[in-house]
Every structure is written in C-alpha cells, then in structure tokens.
C-alpha cells in the first residue's frame, strides 16, 4: 500500500475528528443545561431508593422539584424527619415536624374469623381473584384477600401474609405507599407510627351481613362513638373511622367495641 495514501488518510481522519470535536464542544457549550447546585446537594441527601413513595420519578426526580420550589422539603417519606431536616438546611427553609407514617392494614379477617364461600384454585393474585363470583372466595367482599400483591410491592419487606391477610411490621415500612397502591381492595392506609389504636375493618356491609361473614368485623353499632370524649371517631357507611389527630389513645373505643375490631397497633 502507497505510504502516502496512509499518511494522507490519516491525516484526514485525525483532521475530521477535530473539527467534530470543536463542534460538538461549541454544541455543548450552547445548549447545555444549567443545573441548580442545591439539586445535585438535595439529590445526595436523599436516600437514594427509588422507590416513587414521594409521587416523583425516583429521588432525581424529587430532587429537582424541590430545588425549583415544586415539592416540600419534607416530601421523601422513606428519608423522614432526618432527611426532611438536611435538604431544609441546603434550601434554607424550616422543614417542621414530620410525622412518621406506617401503612395499616384494615382487616382482621384471618382464615378462622372469617368465612369461605367456596375453595379457590387458580392463579394467586388478588387483582384477579377480585375479578370472579363474588369478588373471591371469602364471604367478605370487603376483606384481604391473602395472595400478597402489596408483599411483592414493598420494597423494604415490610409487609406479609400471616394466616391469610396481609399485615405490616412497623419498623420497617418506610410509608412509600406502594402497598396501598398494589391492594385492589384499597384496604392499606397511611397512619402516624405513634397511633395507639385504629380500626381494623373495612366492610361497609350492614350488621348483619358483617356478622355471617366475619367473627370480627365493624357492625357499625356506634358504641365507640359514644364513648369518645376527644369526637376522634365517627360511623359513617357502617364503619368506624378514627381521626389520628384528635384521638388521645385513651382506649375507651377499643374497650366498648363489641367486635373487638378496634385493636392497638
């Protein structure tokens, strides 16, 4: 091969490759995005699970909006009150008092208290379990139905089945939601990790209907509301709802409650 084919060649090479190079630095330099300091420092305070709890796509996402105003600095729920802490200190704003939340499951229907309407065999999975006769084969259409989607959901193994409803270890759900938004039955909420009692059903049936299809669920009776000094509880569609922040953990409710339905948690 002609030698100064070669050199010419890669003379050429080496020239194109600068002249790209030069308008790509040009390029950059142009249309680059500038990024707030405070988001890449907000981004490194965060802890980093991706989990989506916050409503954001992931921390990055997060850490964006609250450099730009757009989201609470208290917004990551897995990070709490140490995280909200720090990122209010890079944007110079008080991040208050958060309050730790825990996802609670609202029901109480173990495979002895409550009732079967036939044996299931078929694919695990509640969303299509919840599709067939009757919404399943518990005889309460309200209830857990046992096959641990909000499990597979959670990413901290805070959530598991134990005698056929799903139920939450406190002290490592880090409130992400993911659970509430995996149960097709809409049985998960969030409420604050020093709750003393809540309410553990979620039938809206009548008293009667409850009572043939489980031991122990809400008959709507009202006791609990009558013995509320601090108004924290009311029945309303046959249910006792408890307002966390009014109740005083006195106790009287759970006490009076015929179902035993309102339990410690």
Same mark, same amino acid.
């Given at each position: ?6 050199? %010419? ?8 490759? /600068?002249? /790209?190079?030069?308008?790509l630095?040009?390029?950059?330099? $142009? ?7 405070? @988001? ?10 991706n989990?989506? +709890?916050?409503?954001?796509? +992931? ?10 105003? @757009? ?7 897995v ?8 990122? +209010?200190? %890079?944007?110079g704003?008080?991040?208050g ?20 309407d036939?044996n299931? /065999? ?7 379990? $919840? ?7 518990? *005889? &309460? ?7 641990? @989607?909000c ?9 598991h ?8 270890d ?10 509430? $938004? ?11 990790? @020093? ?5 553990? &059903?979620? *039938? ?14 809400? /008959?709507?009776?009202?006791? &609990?509301?009558k013995?509320?000094?601090?108004g ?17 953990g ?7 409650c015929?179902? $035993? ?5």
């Amino acid at each position: 091969m002609n030698v100064q084919a070669i050199i %010419i060649a890669t003379v050429v090479v080496a020239v194109v490759g /600068i002249v /790209i190079g030069i308008i790509l630095g040009i390029a950059g330099e $142009k249309f680059k995005v500038e990024i707030d300091p405070r @988001e890449e420092a907000v981004l490194d305070a965060l802890p980093g699970n991706n989990c989506g +709890g916050c409503g954001f796509a +992931g921390c990055s996402g997060l850490a964006a909006a609250i450099a730009k105003g @757009e989201a609470e600095v208290g917004s990551c729920p897995v990070g709490g009150a140490p995280v909200a802490a720090k990122i +209010g200190a %890079i944007m110079g704003v008080d991040a208050g008092e958060a309050v730790r939340m825990v996802a609670y499951v609202k029901c109480a229907g173990t495979c002895d208290q409550a009732g079967v309407d036939y044996n299931y /065999i078929g694919e695990k999975s509640c969303h299509m379990v $919840k599709q067939i006769s009757n919404g399943g084969p518990k *005889s &309460c259409n309200h209830g857990c139905l046992g096959f641990g @989607e909000c499990v597979e959901a959670c990413p901290f193994d805070a959530i598991h089945i134990v005698d056929g409803v799903a139920v939450v270890d406190k002290e490592n759900c880090k409130a992400c939601s993911k659970c509430i $938004k995996a149960c097709p039955q809409n049985l998960i909420e969030l409420i604050p990790y @020093e709750a003393k009692v809540a309410v553990q &059903c979620s *039938s809206k049936d009548m008293g009667k209907i409850v009572m043939k299809a489980c031991k122990v669920g809400c /008959i709507g009776c009202k006791m &609990c509301e009558k013995v509320c000094e601090a108004g924290a509880i009311t029945v309303s569609e046959n249910i006792a709802h408890i307002d966390q922040t009014k109740c005083t953990g006195c106790g009287k409710c759970a006490e009076k409650c015929p179902k $035993k339905i309102i339990r410690p948690v």
